[in-house]
Each structure stands twice: as C-alpha cells, then as structure tokens.
C-alpha cells in the first residue's frame, strides 16, 4: 500500500528483456529496503528482486500482464521514474490510499499553464473514468491528484509548482502516455452499488 506520495525521482539503469522485463533502478532511498519489499516505480506495485545496496541499485521483474496495463514497457535506461517506497503502519499518509494495481493507461490531452501550475487534461479509458468523480483522487504515474472535472472521455487535474519540481510532470508534454489508479474506495463502492441495483431490478 502506498500514498501516492512521491518520495523520490529516480532513474532507469538498465531494462533487459522482453515479454518479461527486469528493470534495474538507481535510487537513493534503498538504506531500509530488502528482497521482498514493495516499491511504486510511476504508480505500479512492484517486488524487490535484487538489491545492491551499495551501487544504490534495485532490480524488479515485470510480467506480460504489468506491461499491458502499464507504460512500463517504454522506459529505457536514462528514463525518470517517480518512486515511492511502501507505506508502514505507523506511516503517516498525505494523499490517498494507493494500491499500486494500475487500472490502465491515460494521455495528456492539452497543457495549459496558470500562473506557476499546469492545468492538464488527460484522456482515459471509460472504465477509469467511471470511477472518477469531481474534487476525488486519481493517482497519475503514482501521484495522489485530485480531480478537477470530469469529461466526456478525459479529466482535469492542475499539478502545483512542488510537484512539478519534485516529480517526473516537468518532462511531460502533450501525448505523454500516463498510469492512472482510480482511488479503491471509490471503485468498492460502484462495484457495490451496482450489484445493488441489480439485484432490485431481478
């Protein structure tokens, strides 16, 4: 489980592989880390398979399914990944309950800036967007965002200076392909309303 909390922009050492991917990451949060753990690499839950410590290198296996659903895929070595490592229970959560199970892949529609922020629009699927409601959370490329307005096929979110300057957003421009997380709470309780809403109807 992670916040959406972005605690450090890394970079891609090394990607080997095809259909499954080990992609190798160089980061400086690794001092509590071990084999086993879990770490958000641009919003997807990913296991700690080898660790050096002392080169400050992590590796992590992604399978078919993960590339599908994500834009792991894409990155090579030199590419910037938001990184957050997960939550302890006695942690403290600023954003919002984050899974790591990307639902799918957006784009950015348009980029328009307002003052020292981005105001995006980013285009996604319909089974995202379903989920999304005005003033929600959506977690973008492992980000906690909250929604702006929801669209017919996309939804406005304005990222702050901070987060431009402390994640991955600054490198993004239009056509920038993203992982979107709609909030769990959010998708539990569609899901319940509509089994609801079924079984008065029948």
């Known amino acids: 489980m992670f916040s959406g909390i972005v605690q450090e922009v ?41 660790l050096d410590k002392v080169k400050g290198l992590v590796s992590f296996e992604a399978v078919p399914e993960t590339l599908r659903k994500t834009t792991l895929g894409q990155l090579v070595a030199g590419s910037h990944v938001n990184l957050e490592l997960s939550l302890r229970l006695n942690d403290f959560i600023g954003g919002h309950m984050v899974q790591g199970h990307v639902d799918g892949v957006g784009e950015v529609k348009s980029i328009t800036h307002e003052a020292e922020a981005w105001l995006v629009a980013i285009s996604a699927p319909l089974e995202i967007l379903r989920y999304l409601v005005n003033k929600g959370f959506i977690t973008i490329d492992g980000m906690s965002i909250t929604v702006i307005e929801v669209k017919g096929d996309y939804f406005t979110v304005t990222f702050i200076p901070h987060t431009i300057d402390a994640t991955i957003v600054k490198n993004y421009q239009v056509g920038t392909k993203v992982n979107l997380e709609a909030d769990p709470i959010g998708k539990h309780i569609h899901h319940y309303m509509e089994k609801i809403q079924y079984v008065s109807k029948n």
């Open 10 to 50: 890394a970079t891609v050492d090394s990607v080997l592989g095809s259909d499954l991917i080990t992609l190798v990451i160089r980061s400086e949060q690794l001092a509590s880390c071990k084999i086993g753990d879990s770490i958000a690499i641009n919003g997807v839950c990913l296991t700690v398979v080898t």
